[in-house]
Structures are given as C-alpha cells and as structure tokens.
C-alpha cells in the first residue's frame, strides 16, 4: 500500500471547460481525481518516452545507412550463424 510520503502534493488549474469531462471520467473509471490525473501523465510520459526514442532511432538510422564505417558488415546481416 502506498502512503503518503511517496506523494507530493500539488495543485493544478484546469479550464472549467473540461471539468465535466474529468468529473465523468473519474466516475466511469472510480478512481479520485488524483488517480486520474496521475494515471493521464503516466501515459503521457510514456507516450513521450516512445516518441523522443523513436526520433532518436530515425536519427541514428540515417547516421547507419550514410556511415561505410557502420555499414561495412551489412552484405552479411543475413547470413546464418551458428
């Protein structure tokens, strides 16, 4: 069980717009708003996390197919090896 000194408490303002829509989501998943909102930037962290990776790999392919130092064992990336 988690207790409280693994939490900061923060405040946050949300536009009363999208109230509704957070009060709805809070009763359909039965969570507090607090859970809500933790489990919302958990999955926008992770989100984050695959796009930044994700950029940093079409980076590092363009350094792979443009660098003959990198590329010099390609004609054997198929090969079996036992």
Same mark, same amino acid.
């Not at 069980?1 to 405040?11: A, P, Y």
């Given at each position: ?6 939490? +900061?408490?923060?405040?946050i ?9 957070? +009060?709805?989501?809070?009763? +359909? ?9 933790k ?8 989100d984050?996390?695959?796009q ?31």
């Open positions: 069980m988690k207790t409280s000194q693994n939490f +900061e408490r923060i405040t303002s949300v536009p009363i717009e999208i109230l509704g829509d957070i +009060e709805k989501l809070q009763k +359909e998943f039965n969570v507090s708003k607090s859970e809500l909102f489990i919302s930037f958990e999955k926008f962290l992770s984050y996390k695959k930044t990776l994700k950029k940093i790999a079409e980076m590092m392919k363009k350094e792979y197919n443009s660098n003959k130092e990198l590329t010099i064992f390609t004609s054997i990336d198929s090969d079996d090896f036992i």
